[in-house]
């Protein structure tokens, strides 16, 4: 639509009445942000009007300072606003009045548009070749030159495309992503506020409040491989054919058609229709990935949600994304330097930048939950202490968990008469087919009354087909709101882990090749590698131990080891006792050293304390069991020909795990006399 | 008749000896396993054998060599001798074209899964060392005219530098470069020759140079040996001279033999799986 208002004269738009005004105000959606498409109008007057009404709404930022000379046809166009805006002025000079009228048409009328017409095929079009650059391989997919297209191009979605819409939420989303890492950090709030306030002022409440710029915010997301952190932190199995379809989609087009502006074409049925495409793919190509047994290889059971949470809680801390890492030490080196405390030791090079960033993003979510922890893993970052951390993995050979859990059965009602049974499940996973003995027992807790129901026990050394049904009752519950605590310990838990090592002793010549057939790397890189982590089940506890020098080099050379060695508890409840805790070594080849805790015990090294520490810190996530320094024979020192080991941790254990269940119970009903 | 004759003329080539450089290309010591051994899995309980055809592939004959596994765990996958001499195996000839080659068997022990898991992944990596050598020789052009006119009138033009590829070994002199300059009344030739690991594998030990001639005349080389550090290290280079009275241009033949300890490797796996 062209603008018009150079040739109309004012005097055209003044003589239309002020009802006119407000229907087209009405009719464009000026007030609610929406793009202004006019209709053409045969009456001259009115189309005059209507230049007026695009020129104001559509101007940019320097045409809307001069907001004065304008303010004759904003007050024909809005006399009421106007006319508030002038009050609100009033008396407060030139510099006052502008201001109220910049707040007035920025807040309340959110004239401060800055899209424009066909920006949403633009869009398409810089999808389309952003996507081409990628799969040329000119740019690469995952470099700070891809993220800061996806940056511009985000800010462009907003603004232009979604006419300034939430533009300050992507902006903070933008900076918030780069800067800040998960769990939400409060000093985001420090910058956010400012921000929102001017962008309110800037550009409208709706550059705040509108979500329509999502979608565009999911899309930067991908693209710029916080997605891809997301996968990896929680563990998810995304299959290789959804990744690729994933990967090999142009996302920024298919935003830019899933914006499109229908309104703003003569063929709107195609371009509906091709919006309506668009969507759908959307809909199959990422809602389907997250849907059972349409993307994935395999249906994911919720065990695999929990292999994923247990890998994430079993220490293997994620940090931020490296091509953040990266854009962030790009950006502001200086500063970052400063943050990280290097200023004593002078300037640190981009990467060593980028490492330590790494390394202490990583520490972030410690921060909260333990001080100390946090403490010795920013040592650690900055190399100024050694990792004593147990980092486990997930065996593929046993990736099934054994687990048990408590669920409301069927029938169960949350609202019950006083002498009802409430039906539970317990659903019980044992792969391994551990001999194991349940405890339940049921307890009605309402305010400060604690009543005991019935409880039971059973034992199982297979894995249930089915869960094991049943209820929870006493004679009489209390009328009113109270809950069903539902607790079950499980004794003869077994899970064992693997630990892979390689005695290579002198035979250096040997080192490469050991390290790129087993590690499947460099020796340089090779206490990295998985390959070199424990490995058992994704098991609520597990006996995590590292062995080498440092601890986590899996080839040991002639140098005495460290023996390392943690219990985790990731299943949320808590450890009741341990029956044996042990890792087995050949021990008689192993001298321990002086402030070593462990005992040799036939094969195995054992903790004698293990019971004592145990007790006192049963939810306890991580429980140090060794800290050992050990000494090699020379068999193990000087080996003829290197040989490998896998050493072997076992703890068994009983767990218990506790659930509230929320019950009202009716008054009792009268007897019928 | 006329296609009797025709075919009579046409050139035979089925009984002609085969025009075949043996000394060339840079293979060595070749390890390949053989199928199904080890099978790729096998159940809980039983035993294994790994066999390896050990081949000579390259133009010299082997000396002393010696074949391990390396890898398998004693608990799991046990093996009852890791390693064993490689008979000496003559290289490629006119009168042996394929090389010699024997297979090598280890056998394994009864095999266990470590408590909990399904199967174990049983990865391996045979290592072959042995003692190789190669010979280079290359005609080389020797004109000790200082002269540019003289040497360009000369029966044969001295190549600056001469790139060769593999001499039927995994080490190879891959460059040689000559050099002429006046000492007194005569001239001293130098030849720089470049060394370089061609091969799959590695170099263990230091690579000794000797024997180097100009047709029968010995050369004085500045070392008898470069180290492996050298050689990663690409000072990989031997600079070997003669002096010789100034004399009109001849072709004369340059040879060297290179003596070392070669490792060459194979990697291999199976999976034990845990019996229902």
Same mark, same amino acid.
């Given at each position: 639509?062209?603008?018009?208002?150079?040739?109309?004269?004012?005097?055209?738009?003044?003589?239309?009445?002020?009802?006119?005004?407000?229907?087209?105000?009405?009719?464009?959606?000026?007030?609610?942000?929406?793009?202004?498409?006019?209709?053409?109008?045969?009456?001259?007057?009115?189309?005059?009007?209507?230049?007026?009404?695009?020129?104001?709404?559509?101007?940019?930022?320097?045409?809307?300072?001069?907001?004065?000379?304008?303010?004759?046809?904003?007050?024909?166009?809005?006399?009421?606003?106007?006319?508030?805006?002038?009050?609100?002025?009033?008396?407060?000079?030139?510099?006052?009045?502008?201001?109220?009228?910049?707040?007035?048409? @920025?807040?309340?009328?959110?004239?401060?548009?800055?899209?424009?017409?066909?920006?949403?095929?633009?869009?398409?079009?810089? %999808?389309?070749?952003?996507?081409?650059?990628?799969?040329?391989?000119?740019?690469?997919?995952?470099?700070?030159?891809?993220?800061?297209?996806?940056?511009?191009?985000?800010?462009? !979605?907003?603004?232009?495309?979604?006419?300034?819409?939430?533009?300050?939420?992507?902006?903070?989303?933008?900076?918030?992503?780069?800067?800040?890492?998960?769990?939400?950090?409060?000093?985001?709030?420090?910058?956010?506020?400012?921000?929102?306030?001017?962008?309110? &002022?800037?550009?409208?409440?709706?550059?705040?409040?509108?979500?329509?710029?999502?979608?565009?915010?999911?899309?930067?997301?991908?693209?710029?491989?916080?997605?891809?952190?997301?996968?990896?932190?929680?563990?998810?199995?995304?299959?290789?054919?959804?990744?690729?379809? &994933?990967?090999?989609?142009?996302?920024?087009?298919?935003?830019?058609?899933?914006?499109?502006?229908?309104?703003?074409?003569?063929?709107?049925?195609? *371009?509906?229709?091709?919006?309506?495409?668009?969507?759908?793919?959307?809909?199959?190509?990422?809602?389907?990935?997250?849907?059972?047994?349409? @993307?994935?290889?395999?249906?994911?059971?919720?065990?695999?949600?929990?292999?994923?949470?247990?890998?994430?809680?079993?220490?293997?801390?994620?940090?931020?994304?490296?091509?953040?890492?990266?854009?962030?030490?790009?950006?502001?080196?200086?500063?970052?330097?400063?943050?990280?405390?290097?200023?004593?030791? %002078?300037?640190?090079? #981009?990467?060593?930048?980028?490492?330590?960033?790494?390394?202490?993003?990583?520490?972030?979510?410690?921060?909260?939950?333990?001080?100390?922890?946090?403490?010795?893993?920013?040592?650690?970052?900055?190399? /100024?202490?050694?990792?004593?951390?147990?980092?486990?993995?997930?065996?593929?050979?046993?990736?099934?968990?054994?687990?048990?859990?408590?669920?409301?059965?069927?029938?169960?009602?949350?609202?019950?008469?006083?002498?009802?049974?409430?039906?539970?499940?317990?659903?019980?996973?044992?792969?391994?087919?551990?001999?194991?003995?349940? /405890?339940?027992?049921?307890?009605?807790?309402?305010?400060?009354?604690?009543?005991? %129901?019935?409880?039971?026990?059973?034992?199982?050394?297979?894995?249930?087909?089915?869960?094991?049904?049943?209820?929870?009752?006493?004679?009489?519950?209390?009328?009113?709101? @109270?809950?069903?605590?539902?607790?079950?310990?499980?004794?003869?838990?077994?899970?064992?882990?693997?630990?892979?090592?390689?005695?290579?002793?002198?035979?250096?010549?040997?080192?490469?090749?050991?390290?790129?057939?087993?590690?499947?790397?460099?020796?340089?890189?090779?206490?990295?590698?998985?390959?070199?982590?424990?490995?058992?089940?994704?098991?609520?506890?597990?006996?995590?131990?590292?062995?080498?020098?440092?601890?986590?080099?899996?080839?040991?050379?002639?140098?005495?080891?460290?023996?390392?060695?943690?219990?985790?508890?990731?299943?949320?409840?808590?450890?009741?006792?341990?029956?044996?805790?042990?890792?087995?070594?050949?021990?008689?080849?192993?001298?321990? @050293?002086?402030?070593?805790?462990?005992?040799?015990?036939?094969?195995?090294?054992?903790?004698?304390?293990?019971?004592?520490?145990?007790?006192?810190?049963?939810?306890?996530?991580?429980?140090?069991?060794?800290?050992?320094?050990?000494?090699?024979?020379?068999?193990?020192?000087?080996?003829?020909?290197?040989?490998?080991?896998?050493?072997?941790?076992?703890?068994?254990?009983?767990?218990?795990?506790?659930?509230?269940?929320?019950?009202?119970?009716?008054?009792?009903?009268?007897?019928?006399? | 008749?006329?296609?009797?004759?025709?075919?009579?003329?046409?050139?035979?080539?089925?009984?002609?000896?085969?025009?075949?450089?043996?000394?060339?290309?840079?293979?060595?010591?070749?390890?390949?396993?053989?199928?199904?051994?080890?099978?790729?899995?096998?159940?809980?309980?039983?035993?294994?054998?790994?066999?390896?055809?050990?081949?000579?592939?390259?133009?010299?004959?082997?000396? *002393?060599?010696?074949?391990?596994?390396?890898?398998? =765990?004693?608990?799991?996958?046990?093996?009852?001798?890791?390693?064993?001499? &490689?008979?000496?195996?003559?290289?490629?000839?006119?009168?042996?074209?394929?090389?010699? #080659?024997?297979?090598?068997?280890?056998?394994?022990?009864?095999?266990?899964?470590?408590?909990?898991?399904?199967?174990?992944?049983?990865?391996?990596?045979?290592?072959?060392?042995?003692?190789?050598?190669?010979?280079?020789?290359?005609?080389?052009?020797?004109?000790?005219?200082?002269?540019? &006119?003289?040497?360009?009138?000369?029966?044969?033009?001295?190549?600056?530098?001469?790139?060769?590829?593999?001499?039927?070994?995994?080490?190879?002199?891959?460059?040689?470069?000559?050099?002429?300059?006046?000492?007194?009344?005569?001239?001293?030739?130098?030849?720089?020759?470049?060394?370089?690991?061609?091969?799959? %594998?590695?170099?263990?030990?230091?690579?000794?140079?000797? =024997?180097?001639?100009?047709?029968?005349?010995?050369?004085?080389?500045?070392?008898?040996?470069?180290?492996? #550090?050298?050689?990663?290290?690409?000072?990989? !280079?031997?600079?070997?001279?003669?002096?010789?009275?100034?004399?009109?241009?001849? !072709?004369?033949?340059?040879?060297?033999?290179?003596?070392?300890?070669?490792? !060459?490797?194979?990697?291999?796996?199976?999976?034990?799986?845990?019996?229902?």
């Amino acid at each position: 639509m062209a603008d018009t208002s150079a040739e109309t004269p004012k005097k055209e738009a003044a003589a239309e009445t002020p009802k006119k005004e407000a229907d087209w105000a009405a009719q464009f959606k000026v007030g609610e942000g929406k793009r202004v498409t006019p209709e053409p109008r045969a009456d001259p007057a009115v189309s005059g009007g209507v230049g007026v009404a695009t020129r104001v709404i559509r101007k940019g930022f320097g045409e809307d300072w001069t907001l004065k000379k304008d303010w004759q046809q904003t007050k024909e166009l809005f006399p009421q606003r106007a006319e508030t805006a002038w009050k609100v002025t009033k008396g407060t000079g030139k510099a006052g009045w502008r201001v109220g009228s910049f707040l007035v048409t @920025g807040i309340g009328l959110n004239a401060f548009h800055f899209g424009f017409r066909y920006a949403d095929m633009i869009l398409i079009v810089l %999808g389309i070749f952003k996507f081409a650059l990628q799969y040329a391989g000119v740019i690469e997919s995952t470099g700070a030159t891809a993220a800061l297209i996806s940056t511009i191009l985000l800010l462009f !979605t907003a603004l232009a495309v979604l006419n300034g819409e939430g533009f300050v939420l992507a902006v903070l989303g933008v900076i918030y992503v780069m800067y800040f890492n998960f769990p939400p950090n409060p000093a985001f709030l420090y910058i956010a506020l400012p921000i929102i306030i001017f962008g309110t &002022i800037l550009f409208g409440l709706p550059s705040v409040l509108n979500v329509r710029v999502i979608p565009a915010f999911l899309v930067y997301f991908y693209d710029i491989g916080a997605f891809h952190t997301l996968v990896q932190s929680l563990g998810l199995v995304v299959p290789d054919t959804m990744s690729n379809v &994933i990967a090999l989609t142009p996302w920024w087009t298919i935003i830019g058609f899933v914006y499109l502006d229908t309104e703003q074409y003569k063929r709107k049925g195609f *371009v509906g229709f091709m919006k309506g495409l668009c969507m759908l793919y959307v809909v199959f190509s990422v809602l389907a990935t997250a849907m059972p047994g349409i @993307g994935f290889a395999q249906t994911p059971l919720l065990e695999e949600f929990q292999q994923a949470r247990t890998q994430l809680e079993a220490g293997t801390l994620k940090g931020e994304h490296p091509i953040l890492s990266q854009i962030a030490c790009a950006v502001n080196i200086g500063k970052i330097t400063q943050q990280i405390g290097k200023e004593q030791t %002078g300037a640190l090079s #981009f990467d060593e930048c980028v490492k330590r960033r790494q390394a202490e993003s990583k520490c972030k979510p410690l921060e909260k939950t333990d001080l100390e922890e946090y403490q010795e893993c920013i040592q650690v970052a900055r190399g /100024e202490k050694q990792d004593a951390r147990v980092v486990g993995a997930i065996d593929a050979t046993q990736s099934e968990p054994t687990v048990f859990r408590v669920e409301k059965g069927q029938g169960y009602l949350d609202k019950i008469d006083a002498d009802e049974p409430v039906p539970f499940l317990l659903d019980v996973k044992n792969p391994r087919k551990n001999e194991l003995n349940f /405890e339940v027992t049921c307890v009605y807790e309402a305010g400060n009354k604690k009543i005991d %129901g019935n409880g039971f026990t059973f034992t199982t050394t297979e894995e249930l087909p089915e869960p094991h049904a049943f209820s929870c009752r006493t004679s009489a519950l209390p009328p009113g709101i @109270g809950k069903w605590k539902v607790r079950v310990i499980a004794r003869g838990l077994t899970t064992t882990v693997g630990l892979h090592r390689f005695f290579v002793g002198d035979k250096k010549e040997l080192l490469e090749d050991i390290a790129q057939t087993f590690f499947l790397t460099s020796s340089a890189q090779a206490a990295a590698s998985t390959a070199a982590q424990p490995r058992g089940p994704p098991d609520p506890v597990r006996l995590d131990f590292i062995l080498g020098q440092p601890p986590q080099n899996p080839l040991i050379q002639t140098k005495d080891p460290q023996l390392i060695a943690t219990i985790k508890n990731a299943g949320g409840g808590e450890i009741v006792g341990i029956e044996r805790a042990e890792i087995e070594m050949d021990t008689a080849q192993f001298s321990l @050293g002086p402030e070593c805790k462990l005992q040799a015990n036939g094969d195995f090294f054992v903790n004698p304390e293990i019971n004592e520490i145990v007790a006192n810190r049963k939810k306890d996530r991580e429980i140090r069991f060794a800290f050992c320094e050990l000494v090699m024979s020379d068999v193990y020192r000087f080996p003829e020909i290197p040989f490998p080991k896998y050493f072997i941790s076992t703890i068994t254990y009983d767990y218990a795990i506790e659930k509230d269940f929320p019950i009202t119970v009716f008054q009792p009903r009268e007897a019928i006399t | 008749m006329m296609v009797l004759l025709l075919v009579s003329c046409t050139r035979s080539t089925a009984n002609d000896p085969i025009d075949i450089n043996f000394k060339s290309g840079t293979s060595g010591i070749e390890l390949q396993l053989l199928a199904n051994h080890p099978p790729r899995r096998i159940v809980e309980g039983s035993t294994f054998n790994i066999a390896v055809q050990v081949s000579n592939t390259g133009a010299y004959d082997m000396g *002393v060599g010696e074949i391990t596994v390396i890898g398998l =765990d004693q608990v799991y996958t046990p093996i009852e001798r890791q390693d064993a001499v &490689i008979p000496p195996l003559k290289g490629r000839s006119e009168s042996n074209n394929q090389g010699d #080659f024997y297979v090598q068997e280890f056998s394994g022990g009864k095999t266990v899964v470590p408590p909990g898991a399904k199967e174990y992944r049983a990865k391996f990596l045979l290592v072959a060392a042995y003692e190789y050598m190669n010979v280079v020789g290359k005609d080389v052009c020797i004109n000790p005219a200082l002269i540019e &006119i003289e040497s360009e009138q000369a029966s044969c033009q001295i190549q600056d530098r001469i790139r060769l590829s593999g001499q039927g070994a995994p080490v190879a002199v891959t460059q040689i470069e000559e050099t002429v300059s006046p000492v007194g009344d005569d001239v001293k030739i130098d030849f720089i020759l470049t060394i370089d690991n061609r091969g799959r %594998g590695k170099v263990v030990s230091p690579i000794l140079i000797s =024997d180097v001639r100009l047709g029968t005349k010995p050369l004085t080389c500045n070392k008898r040996e470069i180290t492996m #550090f050298e050689l990663e290290n690409k000072r990989n !280079t031997v600079v070997c001279s003669r002096t010789e009275q100034r004399q009109s241009a001849y !072709t004369s033949p340059l040879s060297a033999t290179l003596q070392y300890m070669y490792k !060459t490797t194979e990697e291999g796996e199976f999976v034990v799986q845990r019996s229902r």
